[in-house]
């Protein structure tokens, strides 16, 4: 950095004019290159950001601002200019809320300045020395092996914690009213309170007081790893006109194995096609009813999206309609991995992401699923000659767990679901509950399954808070897709998509258990944004406070590349 600010170093002289600026007003934040920040919308009780969001004034008593990067991978270093005896530096789980609660519980661990001592879980001990106004904490976070250190003006005072969360993000607290300043790595002045000192990372990057810890990286964009799936690649939606006649959807990139469509300004069926089954086999997602065959479904699934006849549900005339659409692995083979040998498997390894049809047996079994993680959402459906809800199992839930996609009922609990076993990377378990596998010998199944991957999809769970000023949910993208349902009690299934709502706040509602058109009012709106989505709602379906809700999100864009919209 330098004290010339405004000059053009193009050597073009478009100089800019200076006003009310001084050097200490400048980082290393670029376009290119985003550090954290603390972040406006993931707080508890009463803050006020400044200085780029790295400066916090909280009052009020006890309140709580996280990052606006959370960490599932490498290793990690920013630092704190403290502003008086009563700050705790720590982490907390992404997952969790970020409320007074969540930070005092197994979710949050901190360094507390009167004492010393570490603070996890309701309970303090023993750790490094007192520190307050003026002191500088490090933090390191090393996400590969879950351990946590903090350094008091340079010297460490040890490991504090070794974790076990999959997403952790750096999170700042006080008892009591004072302003703590942040160093992500791009300014080591902290907004004009210390001398910079200019110290970068081992890749050269950042600008922090002290130099980080060997193998330690400042926690931006640059740094991220880079993603190993394209978002667009494996999934993508596509708006069209219905004109009841032969249609060639383009535009996906595509070539889908899962299409799902649903009618916008009208009430026709959500509806499920898939590779697997066949293009001319439609599934209701809103309905009990059984697989229908329409010869004039989709005729073909193509490179760059598929090829529909003139069937109502997907190619009304003159209707609005939208195409959600995933990637597995074309038509499939038999996968034998468990008891129940499937008819055919097709999985996307790399995104997560297979569709499986089987015949039910009537006795606990299991079935591959032919991924490489344990999925951590199953949807199944039966296809043959008998009605049946659409089962669905997710991370958030007991292994004896499950919801209803056709319903809006809360989950409820059997052994006769899964078999009281959660998937594993190779199977997943059914029981003897005939709406996911019964005898008869017609009793067949079509099983869809999901896990997280990052940069790409995310499948998890949030708290609400029952405000319109609401939880905000880390997925470490820009959302294209998200699906939200209360698991605890009554609710609708809720999607919204950034191709409908492509602006804040995302307004166009539809619902997968219901064939209701599109709604958009502000009923459950949210805000779509550059690390995840925040609710913008009081709906009791998908912001009820102190409610768990469920929800499974797919990427318009990794959060390494994204912006806000």
Known sequence: MSNDLGIDRSGNGNNWTVNNMAFADQVVDSPTNNFATLNPLDYYSTITLSEGNTKVYMSNGWAVCRGTIAMTSGKWYWEVVVGGAYTQVGVSDTSAPTSLSSWHSASGWTYYANTGNKYNNNSSSSYGSSYTTGDIIGVTYDADNGQVTFYKNNVSQGVAYTLTADSISPTSGTVTSQTDVYNFGQDSSFAGNKTAQGNQDGNDIGDFYYTPPTGFLAL???????????????????????????????????QPDLVWFKQRNGTRNNTLIDSVRGGTKQLFSNSTGTEETYATAITSFDTDGFTIGSQYNINEDNKSMVAWNWKANGSGSSNTNGSINTTKTSANVDAGFSISTYTGTGVNGTIGHGLSKPPEMVIVKERGDDTGNWYVWHTGFAATDGIFLNLTSAKATSDTYWNDTAPTSSVFS???????NGTTGTDTYVAYCFHSVDGYSKCSSFVGNGNVDGTFIYTGFRPAFVLVKESSNTGYWVLHDTSRSPTNVALGTLYPNGAEAEDTSTAYQIDILSNGFKQRNTSGSTNTSGATHIY???????FKYSNAR
Do not use: M, R
């Open 430 to 436: 059914v029981g003897t509950n005939t709406d996911i």
């Open 552 to 558: 499974i999100a797919f990427a318009e864009t990794p």
């Open 220 to 254: 931006c964009t640059k740094n991220l790893p880079d993603v190993a799936v394209t978002p667009s690649e494996h999934f993508n939606t596509v708006l069209y006109t219905g004109n009841e006649a032969t249609q060639s959807i383009t535009g996906v990139s595509l």
